[in-house]
């Protein structure tokens, strides 16, 4: 009898220490697979070497593909410097080139790091991703031929506006004023060729956008520059993406701080707006000041 008991004992006392060991082995496991998922976002793309922007290749002065095949503009000397302070080296990126309605959807599907793609800030899009300090400010505005120049939007009523899709001045007019019929394009190289061909009376964008185009286009003017509120445009991150977005944020402060993006807009936005524009107009050094 009393052997059964202790033999009874022993068993248990080994289920016992059987069940600690391995719910310590799987509290280990689980600590180690949290760990992983924790791994820090920068040490990734650390790891990686590159760091992922999405960019516009047909949107002079600010990101465009020059004849050479090479990126080139205003947010691509953001980019360039980005990737010199994170991973080292300015050569170290890759661009995903991208349309307008395409960049929150890169972010989703991690392909990208980071959106420098004119990204104007908006309540609607904030939902989706997060935006870190601005870098530059802007507003709607509309370009027409100087031959029958749109100076109001009581102007546009009867006519044909050209928006490029997935853009703020899409949204603006289809909130605003859905009475004005809106010729809309994938592309924005195809929205300005549609505008030169007649196939509209005018075309909204970016006042930025507009200024450096009518420049170059001097049939064309931007007679009603500007619309509604003063936006913003920023880098934008994965939705959650807390530690990239600090470092951004940091980021932006510092290069504020040495005057990068009035440095960056005489190098690439300067030639293309003229002598009538001014940087201050335009450029947010590294935070808007409150």
């Given amino acids: 009898m009393k052997k059964n008991i202790i033999a009874f004992l022993v068993t248990a006392l080994t289920m016992v220490i059987l069940a600690a060991c391995g719910s310590s082995a799987e509290k280990t496991n689980n600590q180690a697979d949290n760990a992983t998922e924790k ?10 070497g590159t760091l992922r922007f999405a960019v516009f290749s047909d949107k002079p002065p600010f990101g465009y593909v020059d004849s050479n095949g090479e990126n080139k503009g205003y947010d691509i ?29 890169l972010l ?45 939007v009581e102007q546009l009523k009867g006519k044909k506006l050209i ?14 004023h859905p009475e004005i019929e809106l010729v809309k394009y994938d592309q924005i190289t195809e929205a300005f060729e549609a505008l030169k061909d007649g196939r509209g009376d005018a ?27 003063q936006d913003y445009i920023a880098p934008a991150v994965q939705k959650g ?21 009035h440095k960056a807009y005489d190098e690439t936005l300067k030639p293309a707006f003229g002598e009538n524009i001014s940087a201050d107009n335009v450029v947010v050094e590294g935070k808007v000041e409150k």
């Avoid at 980019?79 to 960049?103: C, F, H, M, N």
């Fill in 39 to 48: 791994t820090s976002v920068i040490d990734q793309i650390k790891e990686r």
């Fill in 77 to 105: 000397l953001l980019a360039k410097r980005l990737a010199k302070d994170l991973v080292g080296d300015e050569s170290k990126l890759e661009y995903v080139i991208t349309e307008p309605q395409a960049r929150v959807d």
């Fill in 108 to 152: 989703k599907s991690d392909k990208v790091d980071i959106v420098l793609a004119n990204f104007t800030v908006t309540p609607e899009r904030e939902e989706q991703v997060d935006f870190a300090n601005p870098y530059m400010k802007v507003a709607i505005g509309v370009v027409s031929p100087n031959s029958a120049s749109i100076e109001s």
């Fill in 163 to 176: 928006v490029p899709k997935g853009t703020t001045a899409e949204t603006y007019f289809m909130k605003n």
């Fill in 203 to 229: 075309l909204a964008q970016d006042n930025a956008l507009l200024f450096g185009w009518a420049n170059e286009n001097p049939d064309f003017s931007v007679a009603l520059p500007s619309l509604g509120e």
């Fill in 241 to 261: 993406n807390t530690e990239l977005l600090e470092w951004l944020n940091t980021e932006l402060e510092s290069l504020g701080q040495e005057q990068f993006f």
